[in-house]
């Protein structure tokens, strides 16, 4: 026998070792189920992991998914029933739908549990004898429609969304405008690069007239300092606000503060001219674009960037324009620019089901 057979029986019988070696069997139970991430931590019993793991698959699938307007439309609810297989690696394969309700609701869950693998969750895989294996895994999505309630729940506070008689400031919006404009103080260290941008502070008007701050979203990243003097200034609106009122009784909710920081000096006229016309740029390129002048507005859009580059609304606008005309690739650009200044945005979750980060 030539040591050219040799060789070739050699690599026959080693790669039949190698596949007698790999289990490619789908079970559908074993010793050891898989189990979604999140858990593994947990010093304590594999079922204690268990609970805590399908707990923590409902909270992902749940803040991921849309309910399909169709559904909402023609009133279909129910449950999909999705199959997949969980590999040895911990990535999911062989997504298929078992159950459907309709609607566009397997669609729906398909998206969400499909992207699994695109954001990087590695469930911990199921084990025969102790060996990682490959195993079915059948999840239930429930589409349930709910009559709305009349308030949501901002962190631990109450926020009403209805109401009789909405939050108004002594005056009016413009007169809140005027009196946080006055209240307001330019840090001085933002005049040696004309620091110019604008803000948007999220106001709690408690029932009882108490203020908190719930968010501030500092468009155009002028920092700490900036971000204090708008909240100072927010605060200093205690004592003129009307609560809402919901079923004849006071009741908190929140308004949106502007906040807009331009310096006095003359040498900065010109940076506070251009920010002013970016906006306005931007405020006529969504109005264009929502009312059917898409390519126009989009142009408006990129005008106002192209002056602000890292605003984030501007951004944040423009990319939810790409994400209707399903150009993801420049969708995900601006709205991953406008993230770094929105953190704990619906973006968070947003993200990581449209763009490869």
Not at 126 to 152: C, M, N, S
Not at 339 to 357: F, H, Q
Request: aromatic share 10%; net charge negative.
């Amino acid at each position: 026998m030539t040591m050219k057979k040799i060789s070739f029986l050699v690599l026959f019988f080693w790669s039949a070792f190698l596949m007698a070696q790999t289990d490619t069997t789908i079970y559908q139970m074993v010793d050891e189920m898989p189990r979604f991430p999140g858990c593994e931590q947990l010093d304590t019993t594999v079922q204690v992991k268990q609970q805590c793991a399908q707990a923590s698959m409902l909270q992902f699938i749940y803040q991921n998914v849309h309910y399909p307007e169709a559904a909402r439309l023609e009133g279909i609810q129910g449950t999909v029933v999705l199959r997949f297989v969980v590999e040895p690696e911990g990535t999911i394969s062989n997504l298929e739908v078992m159950k459907d309700i309709g609607g566009g609701c397997a669609e729906e869950a398909l998206r969400v549990v499909g992207a699994m693998n695109e954001v990087g969750v590695r469930w911990t895989p199921g084990k025969k004898a102790g060996k990682a294996v490959r195993v079915f895994q059948v999840l239930p999505i429930r589409f349930k429609l709910e009559d709305p309630l009349p308030y949501t729940l901002v962190g631990r506070d109450t926020v009403y969304v209805e109401f009789e008689d909405t939050l108004s400031f002594a005056g009016g919006h413009a007169a809140l405008e005027a009196f946080v404009a006055e209240k307001l103080v330019y840090p001085a260290f933002g005049l040696d690069s004309c620091m110019v941008g604008d803000m948007v502070v999220e106001l709690l008007v408690k029932a009882d007239g108490r203020l908190k701050i719930i968010n501030v979203a500092d468009y155009n990243n002028l920092g700490d300092e900036f971000q204090f003097e708008a909240i100072r200034a927010a605060n200093s609106t205690k004592g003129k606000w009307t609560p809402a009122r919901y079923d004849g009784h006071a009741v908190p909710t929140m308004y949106d503060v502007p906040v807009f920081f331009a310096p006095k000096d003359a040498r900065c006229a010109a940076k506070v001219q251009d920010f002013a016309r970016a906006k306005a740029l931007a405020e006529e390129g969504i109005r264009l674009y929502n009312t059917g002048e898409k390519e126009t507005g989009l142009a408006k859009l990129t005008e106002a960037i192209d002056l602000f580059p890292e605003h984030a609304n501007f951004r944040y606008m423009r990319g939810q324009a790409w994400l209707n005309e399903e150009n993801t690739e420049k969708a995900c650009e601006d709205l991953q620019i406008a993230k770094r200044v929105l953190s704990g945005s619906y973006l968070d979750n947003l993200l990581p089901l449209i763009c490869k980060e």
